[in-house]
């Protein structure tokens, strides 16, 4: 276990490394700067150019490159070039609690609907239950989250003006945002439940255990359901990873002031220092989340072995 966990954690500082270096010097690629947004166009060039070298951009690229790794080992992302004296730390440290909290519900919800609409579709298979479970699956999987953000947003918000369209403030504004996020999760989770699910019915110790007069409820739920699980288990990962550190689109359309649409915004803005920084969180978040999966993997099915692995 030790092992497998330390060969993990070796290869997602590398893929780390990868990301960082990668994400820098295609960034650095692109044309322009943050100083030269339409918004800086009547500052003086002079300004400017101080401007550009109180951040170092004038240096080379290279160097920069060096620098940035020397302040990222002390645990220092830097300063935001459009927010002032706001660093990329304190940022992080605000805004993602609150996608995580949204992130978190949609992940209790997409596990508590998408796992037994999935194991009764494959029980009741064939039946009303399964073909409408399957339905709704695959229009979940087909659609968009800002299609379904859209239109739960104006059903539910602006025609029947049941729910709160924006903001975070009673557990009301929660609804929307949580169900645009667990949307296509319930879809998928539903349909590999079924899939995996079937598949363990038609196995030998599934046999066994009716032969011997076990119940049916505890057929599904202690033998099958457990090995059903596993490709649920891998996909929780990224899902987990997706889900707790913010979805871009629906932060920006709910207004839900989570750490994903300040994402959006570094990206339209140049703001390299916030760029480097949410990609760097995401990138650590997603290599231990999908650790923490696999791990959870070897528990729940004894096949996998970790230090073969």
Known sequence: MLKYIFKRLMAGVLTIIVLITVAFFMMHAMPGSPFTQSEQRDIPPEVL????????LDRPVFEQYLSYWNSLLHGDLGLSYKQAN???????ETHFPVSARVGAVAVIVSLLIGIPLGLLA???????????????????ISIPVFVISVLLMYLFANVLQWLPSYGLTSWRHYILPVACLSFNPIAYIARQTRSSMLDALE??????????????????????????????????????????????VVERL?????I???FVQSVS???????????????????????????????????VKLSES
């Open 49 to 56: 150019e101080r401007m550009i070298a109180s951040y170092g």
């Open 86 to 92: 706001t660093s990329v730390n304190d940022i992080i």
């Open 122 to 140: 494959a029980v009741y298979r064939g039946r009303a239950i399964d073909m409408a479970s399957m339905a709704f699956a695959t229009i979940g």
């Open 203 to 248: 196995q030998d110790y599934v046999r066994t255990a009716r032969a011997k007069g076990v119940s049916e409820l505890l057929v599904v739920t202690k033998h099958a359901l457990k090995n059903a699980l596993t490709p649920v288990i891998t996909y929780l990962g990224p899902l987990v990873a997706g889900l707790l550190t913010g979805s871009f």
């Open 254 to 258: 709910f207004s839900v002031p989570g």
């Open 260 to 262: 994903g649409r300040y």
């Open 269 to 303: 803005d140049r703001d390299y220092t916030m760029i480097m920084g949410i990609v760097i969180f995401f990138g650590i978040f997603v290599v231990i989340c999908n650790l923490i999966s696999d791990i959870l993997l070897a528990i729940v099915d004894p096949r």
